[in-house]
């Protein structure tokens, strides 16, 4: 299995600011990574697919980048609504995993 | 406009069985995998379940194999999942899944309960 790993746990910044978010595979998974989004009693929202592509109906503020092992996903300029928990998500080889997610709150 | 509902969720004792449906539109359901993921209270994600376009590939995380049958019925643009022998640790919020990747379904609710 393929594990996942976030980082930072917990991400504090203030509106406008630059978010970095990163996702860590254990072996390599070329570009098959998903980045998505979910707020408290909603369910995620797909951002990102095959590590760069940004979803259908997704912000150009939102950015993928990185391939093998390491990813990144950034937020160039936070709005209020980005505010929210993060997930990486693999689909290179079952089992898909997802990391244990970035929670980013308001500084 | 990419549609999955989910259906059949509720509260079941423990060793009981549910049966989960998901209803899609807005997307030509014969052209996907289609997936179950869930998340358990206050947790994270885990893909539980992935089922090819003519039902003939499966695949099943290590935690619910042999007890959990995904299948689909393509006449119907539905997805189901079959759980059996239950316990507190399916607890969770069930998400019927496009693909590998999403669009997501907002989700049943399945509590096991002694």
């Known amino acids: 299995e393929i594990v996942l790993t976030q980082s930072p746990a917990t991400l504090s910044l203030s509106p406008g600011e630059r978010a970095t978010l990163s996702c860590r595979t254990s072996?390599?998974?070329?570009?098959?990574l998903a980045w998505h989004q979910q707020k408290p009693g909603q369910p995620p929202r797909l951002l990102i697919f095959h590590a760069s592509n940004r979803a259908t109906g997704i912000p150009a503020r939102f950015s993928g980048s990185g391939s093998g092992t390491d990813f990144t996903l950034t937020i160039s300029s936070l709005e209020p609504g980005d505010f929210a928990v993060y997930y990486c998500q693999h689909d290179s080889t079952w089992p898909y995993t997802f990391g244990q997610g970035t929670k980013l709150e308001i500084k | 406009e990419v549609q999955l509902v989910e259906s059949g969720g509720g509260l079941v004792q423990t060793g009981g069985s549910l049966r989960l449906s998901c209803a899609a539109s807005g997307f030509t359901f014969t052209n996907y995998w289609m997936s179950w993921v869930r998340q358990a209270p206050g947790k994270g994600l885990e893909w539980v379940a992935y089922?090819?376009?003519?039902?003939?590939?499966?695949y099943y995380v290590d935690s619910v194999k042999g007890r959990f049958t995904i299948s689909r019925d393509n006449a119907k643009n539905s997805l189901y999942l079959q759980m059996n022998s239950l316990t507190a640790e399916d607890t969770a919020v069930y998400y019927c899944a496009r693909g590998s990747i999403g669009a997501w379904g907002q989700g049943a609710l399945v509590t096991v309960s002694s």
């Open positions: 089922i090819k376009q003519d039902g003939s590939q499966t």
């Open positions: 072996q390599s998974i070329s570009s098959n």
